[in-house]
């Protein structure tokens, strides 16, 4: 069997699948060959094994601890992803996946006191650091703030019991769940906190919060992970962005990147690792001055011929595009 793609050659088995919440299911994958990644690191994951779609996924297994690389997803509704991964996938399936890629890590920090938080499914890269942790670096200072919606959305509930948490409930809070989101009380309960590296996951507005708290407070160290980030909301001003196929007139701020200016106007593009590597969001530009911070998976001929990997391509005018 071939691989779907390039960017995917890794082939894995499905052993089992595991219900986490009512819409979240970790996919527990067998490797054949020798699988390497870190703490923290994703995937892409090439969806109906196609080299065509790649959605990039946490990888939630801890190297040398977890017994399968496991993939931890939550539903969308029309994710094409996710609603494969969690609705189509069975026992025995295969799937492929890249190399494993980001630097959102805890592996070669100097620092032996952490402060990890986590919302929703921005625990996957969390709970994987915190297994190697306490594996690897059982003398670490670790503590932990994961939010969540309701108390019945915790992923991975039974394996937090084996690790010292603050568990926060937007909703319903039950005992022991603080009640709320995170604050920056909360935060400055946590001891030693500006003596920390912090490390976060979330949706973009809740690692923003968080930062932000968390340098008041003193902290010097914070890294947030990158790829999980939404789209703006459009612009109306700015930057004009002209599509031929079809035709359309849109707008994005000043120092958008090309990604950001099509997600926010709706504008159907691929994207999987956000950094420039792999290669999905590729888009011809036919006019207009920008700059790029990564031709990876571009051929010569291509960047002759315009194209830009949205993700990596800065308008410095504006744009007209294929």
């Not at 890249?98 to 890590?105: L, N, V």
Request: net charge negative; charged share 20%; glycine share 6%.
């Amino acid at each position: 069997m071939t691989m779907p793609s390039p960017l995917c050659p890794w082939r894995m088995q499905v052993h089992h699948i595991t219900q986490e919440t009512p819409d979240v299911w970790t996919l527990a994958l067998l490797c054949h060959d020798q699988y390497r990644w870190r703490a923290g690191q994703y995937a892409l994951v090439s969806i109906n094994n196609s080299p065509d779609t790649l959605r990039a996924y946490t990888i939630s297994a801890t190297p040398g601890v977890s017994p399968f690389i496991t993939l931890t997803v939550r539903r969308i509704e029309n994710g094409v992803g996710s609603g494969w991964l969690t609705g189509q996938v069975k026992r025995g399936d295969y799937v492929w996946l890249s190399d494993a890629q980001g630097d959102f890590t805890c592996d070669r920090d100097d620092n032996d006191r952490f402060l990890l938080l986590g919302a929703g499914c921005g625990v996957t890269p969390i709970i994987s650091m915190r297994r190697w942790l306490a594996t690897y670096r059982p003398e670490a200072d670790v503590a932990v703030i994961y939010n969540v919606r309701t108390p019945q959305d915790v992923i991975f509930a039974d394996e937090w019991r084996e690790y010292p948490v603050t568990l926060m409930a937007e909703q319903q809070a039950t005992l022991g769940f603080l009640e709320g989101r995170i604050s920056r009380e909360v935060l400055a309960a946590v001891p030693d906190i500006a003596s920390r590296t912090v490390m976060v996951c979330g949706p973009a507005p809740y690692m923003d919060a968080v930062e932000q708290m968390a340098r008041e407070l003193g902290v010097t160290r914070v890294r947030k992970e990158t790829f999980f980030t939404p789209a703006a909301a459009p612009a109306s001003s700015g930057l004009k962005f002209t599509t031929l196929h079809p035709a359309r007139e849109f707008y994005g701020p000043v120092g958008t990147t090309l990604l950001e200016a099509l997600e926010s106007n709706r504008v159907p593009v691929n994207a999987a690792c956000r950094a420039g590597v792999c290669g999905s969001c590729k888009t011809r530009v036919l006019s207009g001055e920008y700059t790029v911070s990564s031709t990876m998976t571009l051929t010569d001929k291509e960047i002759a011929d315009g194209y830009v990997l949205a993700c990596s391509c800065h308008p410095q005018s504006d744009l007209a595009l294929a």
